[in-house]
């Protein structure tokens, strides 16, 4: 297992059209999240998963987003009708926690991400 | 609503010094603090911090956590070029809540 891999690792889309990132976890993690992250600031969580379950889901995740992770192994994100405000650079990560209330600590191990820009 | 606050956000030194990056935070249920490297790809994990007072150290980088004032420091002694990158700090539990970030940069 070489980490968290995403594809496509850059894509350049028009105005309006949809596009859709996925990603592979480390294989024994079961929790997946995706962030996204803006020039110059830090990520901002968007969703996350446990499993095949979604747990939490951000308010800047916009009706034009959804995630899935159906098997409870890779996921996808999927934004349709882009905007240029949807410019970023999407990041996956994952961890292993135990129990859905985990009340311990939990380092995410992040993807290279996926660089997305709407023209 | 959680809140992390890193400073400065720009930092530029000479190879050889010593730097200190500050995290200060709001959150209401605090679980735990991580400091994250990012160069031009994935953010790599340095430290994870959950108890006051004790720091945390890999080689020339350590880290400590002050719950009581809410914040925590990454210092990098002896700076080398490869020390250049974007250092993240984050609080959380299920999810984290990241910083802006502070660019650091060594010249030569």
């Known amino acids: 297992d070489t980490g968290v891999s995403q594809d496509p690792r850059h894509k350049i889309t028009k105005r309006g059209q949809n596009v859709t990132f996925r990603c592979d976890p480390i294989?024994?993690?079961?929790?997946l999240y995706w962030y996204r992250q803006t020039l110059g600031q830090g990520p901002e969580f968007l969703t996350y998963?446990?499993?095949?379950?979604?747990?939490?889901k951000s308010r800047l995740l916009s009706d034009r987003f959804s995630a899935e992770r159906p098997k409870g192994s890779f996921s996808t994100l999927e934004i349709q009708r882009t905007e240029q405000g949807d410019s970023a650079m999407y990041l996956c990560?994952?961890?292993?926690?135990?129990?859905?209330?985990?009340?311990?600590?939990?380092?995410?191990?992040f993807g290279a991400g996926s660089r997305l820009t709407v023209l | 609503e959680d809140k992390v606050v890193q400073s400065p956000l720009s930092l530029v030194v000479h190879e050889g010094d010593t730097v200190t990056l500050n995290c200060s935070y709001e959150?209401?249920?605090?679980?735990?603090l991580l400091w994250y490297k990012q160069e031009k790809k994935a953010p790599t994990f340095l430290f994870m911090l959950?108890?006051?007072?004790i720091e945390k150290k890999s080689g020339r980088l350590s880290s400590i956590l002050d719950k009581k004032e809410l914040f925590s420091i990454l210092n990098i002694t002896a700076t080398q070029t490869g020390d250049s990158a974007v250092y993240l700090c984050?609080?959380?539990?299920?999810?984290?809540?990241f910083g802006q970030g502070t660019r650091l940069t060594i010249n030569p």
């Open positions: 990560a994952s961890s292993y926690t135990s129990g859905r209330t985990n009340s311990g600590a939990n380092v995410l191990t």
């Open positions: 294989s024994e993690h079961n929790r």
């Open positions: 998963f446990q499993n095949e379950a979604q747990l939490e």
């Open positions: 959150v209401t249920n605090f679980r735990s």
């Open positions: 959950t108890s006051s007072g």
């Open positions: 984050a609080v959380g539990a299920q999810k984290l809540v």
